[in-house]
């Protein structure tokens, strides 16, 4: 895996939450508190996570086969997934039939001290582990918000692991909150409830990983800065005079597809026409190294054909570009597209 894969922010969350899981677990036997096995599950299910971060980062180095001639590049994307899904059922659910469990049959909490000095531990554990999550995220981040960072990275650990980390640490309040009122007022039930906001929480991040790693499967195209990148350097104004239109897609965080129909001159041999491909190529390549597997099919540019809708390979599919508008015939507004629908 790559650096911005943030395998230090991965390792760094799994440790911390494997010597948490244990801490939780030990208060658990000692206390009897629901909380504290809720967030030991929660603990164990995110050490698990990491440990599905790490495997798919490794399977996604593979080389291509005949039989996946692109390669394992989304596999990264697949064991985000998978993440999302352990984190609903194993984390969330369990977590909010435990407080379920614990309001309709409330009891004291036994030795206060440990759930209370485990969840001490614990959150400062979590503040490290989220602090090197966020300081590999700056890495990459740029000028972007938060939020716009974990809908449009093309990447699915360091988002996986931030939101991981911070569900942990409110989570780790709650619980810290639930022990503190059971234990203020003597009612068990609010032990309970904390414990079930833990569920909840938990719940809800797991459906906005599966939203998020759901747009990365189907296939994202570049982002915008990227697009235009690819459209500044496939363009010389002499070999290739225009885009006539363009689709790229993501074969995996690292790994770019782009595939375009360019106009080149009438008058051009097919030698001619083959270096100016290759020229272009290389430009493209220059200009994103991302951008691994390029195909280029020449053409002539038709400006009446286009107006009419029936320049070749312009109007074949809805949503084709006609060609008229250089930001249209680009696909200037792909990148745009898949964000703006839901990731």
Same mark, same amino acid.
Not at 212 to 228: F, H, I, N, P, R
């Given at each position: 895996m790559s650096a911005s894969g943030g395998t230090k922010a991965i390792v760094a969350a799994?440790?911390?939450?494997?010597?948490?899981?244990?801490?939780?677990?030990?208060?658990?036997?000692?206390?009897?508190s629901s909380s504290m096995l809720a967030e030991s599950v929660h603990s164990l299910a995110d050490s698990?996570?990491?440990?599905?971060l790490l495997l798919g980062g490794k399977r996604a180095k593979r080389e291509a086969t005949p039989e996946h001639p692109f390669g394992y590049g989304r596999e990264r994307y697949i064991y985000a997934f998978l993440v999302s899904i352990v984190l609903f059922s194993v984390g969330g659910m369990f977590a909010?039939?435990?407080?379920?469990?614990?309001?309709?049959?409330?009891?004291?909490?036994e030795a206060w001290y440990w759930p209370v000095g485990v969840l001490v531990f614990a959150i400062i554990a979590e503040i490290f582990s989220f602090r090197t999550a966020i300081k590999e995220s700056n890495l990459t981040r740029g000028d972007r918000s938060w939020t716009e960072f974990v809908r449009r990275s093309k990447a699915p650990e360091l988002p996986v692991v931030l939101l991981e980390d911070l569900g942990a640490l409110v989570g780790l309040i709650l619980a810290l909150g639930g022990v503190g009122l059971a234990l203020a007022t003597g009612n068990g039930v609010w032990d309970g409830i904390g414990t079930l906001c833990i569920g909840i929480l938990l719940i809800l991040i797991a459906i906005v990983l599966a939203v998020e790693t759901k747009s990365l499967l189907l296939g994202e195209s570049a982002g915008l800065e990227d697009v235009e990148k690819i459209k500044a350097a496939m363009v010389d104004g002499d070999t290739v005079t225009r885009i006539i239109h363009m689709r790229t897609l993501h074969l995996g965080p690292e790994e770019l597809l782009v595939a375009a129909k360019i106009a080149?001159?009438?008058?051009?041999?097919?030698?001619?026409? $083959?270096?100016? @491909?290759?020229a272009a190529e290389n430009r493209i390549r220059a200009a994103v190294p991302i $951008?691994?597997? @390029?195909?280029?099919?020449?053409?002539?540019?038709?400006?009446?054909?286009?107006a009419n809708g029936s320049n070749p390979g312009t109007a074949a599919a809805p949503g084709t570009a006609t060609g008229v508008s250089t930001d249209k015939a680009t696909g200037t507004d792909e990148g745009a597209a898949a964000k703006d629908s839901g990731h």
């Amino acid at each position: 895996m790559s650096a911005s894969g943030g395998t230090k922010a991965i390792v760094a969350a799994l440790a911390a939450n494997l010597s948490i899981a244990v801490a939780k677990f030990v208060a658990f036997l000692f206390s009897g508190s629901s909380s504290m096995l809720a967030e030991s599950v929660h603990s164990l299910a995110d050490s698990g996570n990491q440990g599905l971060l790490l495997l798919g980062g490794k399977r996604a180095k593979r080389e291509a086969t005949p039989e996946h001639p692109f390669g394992y590049g989304r596999e990264r994307y697949i064991y985000a997934f998978l993440v999302s899904i352990v984190l609903f059922s194993v984390g969330g659910m369990f977590a909010v039939y435990e407080g379920y469990e614990k309001i309709k049959h409330p009891h004291e909490i036994e030795a206060w001290y440990w759930p209370v000095g485990v969840l001490v531990f614990a959150i400062i554990a979590e503040i490290f582990s989220f602090r090197t999550a966020i300081k590999e995220s700056n890495l990459t981040r740029g000028d972007r918000s938060w939020t716009e960072f974990v809908r449009r990275s093309k990447a699915p650990e360091l988002p996986v692991v931030l939101l991981e980390d911070l569900g942990a640490l409110v989570g780790l309040i709650l619980a810290l909150g639930g022990v503190g009122l059971a234990l203020a007022t003597g009612n068990g039930v609010w032990d309970g409830i904390g414990t079930l906001c833990i569920g909840i929480l938990l719940i809800l991040i797991a459906i906005v990983l599966a939203v998020e790693t759901k747009s990365l499967l189907l296939g994202e195209s570049a982002g915008l800065e990227d697009v235009e990148k690819i459209k500044a350097a496939m363009v010389d104004g002499d070999t290739v005079t225009r885009i006539i239109h363009m689709r790229t897609l993501h074969l995996g965080p690292e790994e770019l597809l782009v595939a375009a129909k360019i106009a080149v001159r009438h008058d051009e041999t097919a030698a001619e026409v $083959a270096d100016a @491909i290759n020229a272009a190529e290389n430009r493209i390549r220059a200009a994103v190294p991302i $951008a691994r597997v @390029i195909y280029l099919e020449p053409d002539i540019y038709n400006a009446e054909a286009a107006a009419n809708g029936s320049n070749p390979g312009t109007a074949a599919a809805p949503g084709t570009a006609t060609g008229v508008s250089t930001d249209k015939a680009t696909g200037t507004d792909e990148g745009a597209a898949a964000k703006d629908s839901g990731h």
